[in-house]
Each structure stands twice: as C-alpha cells, then as structure tokens.
T-cell receptor, first 117, second 115 residues
C-alpha cells in the first residue's frame, strides 16, 4: 500500500523567509511518480511539479525548488524568499507507474503555509 | 479557454435528499476523477472513469454514484445513504490513457453542506 506523510501541518513565516515543506512517501513499487500541488484559498488544486522515480535530479523553477532523495524516500519542496501569495495548502502526492486511470494518486494530508507581511 | 468546470460553487441540501454535482471538461481528457476533501485531510478518491460508459469505485465510494455518458461530463450523485456528505468535492481529469502525463488537473470544487 502506498502512503504519503506530510508531518508538518501548519507553518507560519514572515515574508522573504525561506521555507521547506517536507514529504515522505512509502511504496513497494520501484517505479513511481511524485507530485506537489498548491491549494490557494479559492480551493482549486494547482499542479506544481511531477518527478519520476528514475530521476533524482533536483529541480528549480524560479523561487521554487524540489529535492528528491530516493534513499530517504523524501521529496521536499523549498520556497525561497517567500511571498504573501505563497500562502496556501500544499499537498504532496504519489502515483503508481501504470497506464490509464488506474494510476491513482495518493495524497498526503497537506501543509498549511501562512506567509505574513 | 480549456479547463474543468464544477457547478455550483456552493450547494446546500436537507438531509435525506440526493444531490448531483456537475463536472465538465473541455480538455479532451479520457480519465476523470472525483475526490472528497474534509478539513485537515488530504484528498480521498470516490470514483474514477477511464473511458465513456466505464467507471470504478475508489476508496470511499459508499453512498455515492456516478455516470459517464459523455467524455466531457462526469457527474457525481451524493445519495441519502452517505452518512457524512458535508465536504468539499473536487473533480479532476487526466490526459489520454497512453499519456505519460500522470498529473491530474482539478476543477474549482463544490462545497456541499447538508443540514
């Protein structure tokens, strides 16, 4: 069975601080995908990144960066120089490596990030 | 613009009534999904569909029903058998079955309150 753990439930930072959101996963599969989604107060989940288990390269996109470490089953997300607009709930998710809709997403419980001005 | 539409944004019902939540997509995606989100919880899968006229139960299907008569539409009915229907419901879709794009794209959600 797959499992995603986001141990941090709420994080509060002051604008311009860096913040890291942790994600630890469990799976028996040797190939899988990991995702991060952002849920702003409006409610819609916004896709941020997909990472497959073959590729452990870290990725940077503007102020966002992701650190994938297969050895520790972690896929952490760092926001550099946080802004008020980053305030949202962030979900980490895991997918089996199968074709079709059977490749279901397993979500963590989410981390509520509050960035204060 | 392409996207996923869910209506209405807020829905109120009396206990014992069935209610249908709408989900429409114009992304030409094959697969569609329904999730339920409760406060402080992640998303839990209710039903999913890979193709028209076919759907499968997710992790918490009891008290819910779906149909997939058209590729663009995947309505969810919350029946009176669902013991705790008050929640935020999210619809999602995914590109074709052979696509390597495993990420799902989400609609804006419907917040259902049953009293």
């Amino acid at each position: 069975a797959q499992k995603v753990t986001q141990a941090q439930t709420e994080i509060s930072v002051v604008e311009k601080e860096d913040v890291t959101l942790d994600c630890v996963y469990e799976t028996r599969d040797t190939t899988y995908y990991l995702f991060w989604y952002k849920q702003p107060p409006s409610g819609e989940l916004v896709f941020l990144i997909r990472r497959n288990s073959f590729d452990e390269q870290n990725e940077i996109s503007g102020r966002y960066s992701w650190n994938f470490q297969k050895s520790t089953s972690s896929f952490n997300f760092t926001i550099t120089a946080s802004q008020v607009v980053d305030s949202a709930v962030y979900f980490c998710a895991l997918s089996e490596f199968r074709s079709g809709a059977n490749s279901k997403l397993t979500f963590g419980k989410g981390i509520t990030l509050s960035v204060r001005p | 613009d392409g996207g996923i539409t869910q209506s209405p944004k807020y829905l109120f019902r009396k206990e014992g009534q069935n209610v249908t939540l709408s989900c429409e997509q114009n992304l030409n995606h094959d697969a569609m999904y329904w999730y339920r989100q409760d406060p402080g919880q992640g998303l839990r899968l209710i039903y999913y569909s890979q193709i028209v006229n076919d759907f499968q139960k997710g992790d918490i299907a009891e008290g819910y029903s779906v149909s997939r008569e058209k590729k663009e539409s995947f309505p969810l009915t919350v029946t009176s058998a669902q013991k705790n229907p008050t929640a935020f419901y999210l619809c999602a879709s995914r590109p074709g079955l052979k696509s390597r794009a495993y990420e799902q794209y989400f609609g804006p959600g419907t917040r259902l309150t049953v009293t």
